[in-house]
């Protein structure tokens, strides 16, 4: 896998942009998958980092180009920080997806995205604003009621809900992940670990029996013992290969 880093330019300011490139030499254009994570809720990112890097390995493989990005928010403090919400979360997915557009080596006609944790809440956003995507994956994700009830206590540890801009936060309440699904028709694949202390297993069934009475197109794993970031390498290659699969031949 080889990897291109690029600046994009949003709002006078600039998104940071890694493409995770095949090596093979398979035929142009290729269709592109783009990896969205959210903002950040813990203080160590590197298990979500080993997560979207196995990820990026096995589309590569399968011949999948793969964009990821890094929120302008991690970068911000104080006022700049707690003033970002939802939309300025979905622009920057949605000027990546422009970008992505105006590149020769990609298919803009099959573009997916997978939304891990709260990168579930910029999936919807998309969606609602009628994004053309070939098919979504939702890794774990985050519903508003999570944030708003069991994110405000962390034991001995800042709350998670504390890590997040107060404006994200009050914006959780107008999402509607389910609705944004089932209203744009895309094939969706859930995956969530059993073991998921942060973001319940509940949410993805939720999901799912939401897609499943409206008869939208939904297929659900659960991965037994895996937790929320697919910390047991075993269990993180799984997922990948599912996610892969399911790319591939939806």
Known sequence: MQTEEHDIEIRNDHLHVTVCIPTDDGPAPRPTVL????????????????????????LTEAGFFVVMYTPRAQGMILDDFQEVGTDDQVDEASAV????????????????????????????GLLNRSVHLDRTVLIAPVLPETVRTKWTTNGT??????????????????????????????PTMLVHGAAD?????????????????????????????ADHYFSDNDARSACAQAITQFLQHA
């Open 157 to 186: 540890e800042p709350a998670r809900v504390e890590m997040l801009p107060d404006r994200f936060v009050n914006d959780l309440t107008n999402v509607d992940t389910s609705g944004e699904l089932i209203a744009s028709g895309v």
């Open 197 to 225: 202390t942060i973001a319940p297993v509940e949410n993805s069934l939720e999901i799912e029996r939401a897609m499943q009475d409206a008869d939208a197109a939904v297929n659900l794993w659960l991965v037994p013992f």
């Open 35 to 58: 990896i969205v994570s959210g903002i950040a809720y813990e203080a160590n990112e590197q298990p979500a980092e080993m997560l979207r890097h196995t990820l990026a390995e096995a």
């Open 97 to 124: 997806f422009r970008w992505i557009h105006l590149q020769e080596l990609t298919d803009p006609k099959a573009l997916d995205v997978i939304g891990i944790g709260l990168g579930s809440v910029v999936v919807a």
